[in-house]
């Protein structure tokens, strides 16, 4: 079975300085999609960023950017010039690339909890 | 805005009850899923459905039973409420197909259920 390990329960930043969460996940597939989403007090689940496990280049997305590491099975998220609006909790997911028909079967870390300090 | 609108926000049951929560999609997504998230922990995968049937399922008990309708939204059904039913209860639509598409997930707020 699957598992993701998110070691750090809580991080904090500086508003304009960066941070890394980290993340690392136990597999026997291959193929399969890792991603980071952030989840504010409102509740509502926003994907940061996504990774397919093929592609060696990192995804970035703006401010944010993951180190993924295949063989080490690690997929951390770095924050840049961090934002009051980045407090949040963070998840890193995993996905098999292949269900035959439960697609969207995520398995969540436990979450690092965000907090930016003015 | 997502589109993704789950109702009741809030809601609480005495145990031994049965709770219905309700899931309208994005527009245009055919697939919705369900999550169920205990205080300070990860969402833990419920089921999915897709096109009205159920095509996934996590390790959850029986009482725990959903139904997709045409239109696309969705409820999740839980009998025999017991404590640890006490969650915040997730719905996620996308559009995917049975091969394996890769549709991004949608979450709303959730249903926060509370069971005394």
């Known amino acids: 079975a699957q598992t993701v390990t998110q070691s750090q329960p809580e991080m904090s930043v500086q508003e304009a300085e960066t941070v890394t969460l980290s993340c690392t996940y136990d597999?026997?597939?291959?193929?399969?999609?890792l991603f980071w989403y952030k989840q504010p007090p409102s509740r509502q689940m926003i994907l940061v960023i996504r990774?397919?496990?093929?592609?060696?280049q990192n995804a970035t997305e703006n401010r944010f950017s993951v180190n993924f590491q295949k063989a080490a099975k690690s997929f951390s998220l770095k924050i840049s010039d961090s934002q009051l609006g980045d407090a949040a909790m963070y998840f890193c997911?995993?996905?098999?690339?292949?269900?035959?028909?439960?697609?969207?079967?995520?398995?969540f870390g436990t979450g690092t909890l965000l907090a930016v300090q003015p | 805005e997502t589109g993704v609108t789950q109702s009741p926000t809030h809601l609480i049951k005495t145990r031994g009850q049965q709770v219905t929560l309700r899931c309208s999609s994005q527009?245009?997504?055919?697939?919705v899923s369900w999550y169920q998230q205990a205080l300070g922990q990860g969402p833990q995968f419920i089921f999915q459905?897709?096109?009205?049937?159920?095509?996934g399922r996590g390790n959850f008990p029986p009482r725990f039973s959903g139904l997709q309708f045409p239109n696309y939204s969705s409820e999740l059904n839980v009998n025999a409420l017991e404590l640890d039913d006490s969650a915040l209860y997730l719905c996620?639509?996308?559009?995917?197909?049975?091969?394996?598409?890769?549709?991004?997930?949608?979450f709303g707020e959730g249903s926060r259920l509370t069971v005394l």
């Open positions: 996620a639509s996308s559009l995917a197909d049975r091969g394996g598409g890769t549709g991004e997930l949608f």
């Open positions: 597999t026997s597939e291959s193929d399969y999609y």
């Open positions: 990774q397919e496990a093929y592609k060696q």
């Open positions: 997911a995993y996905r098999r690339a292949h269900y035959g028909g439960a697609t969207n079967k995520l398995i």
């Open positions: 527009s245009g997504h055919n697939t």
């Open positions: 459905y897709y096109r009205e049937e159920e095509n």
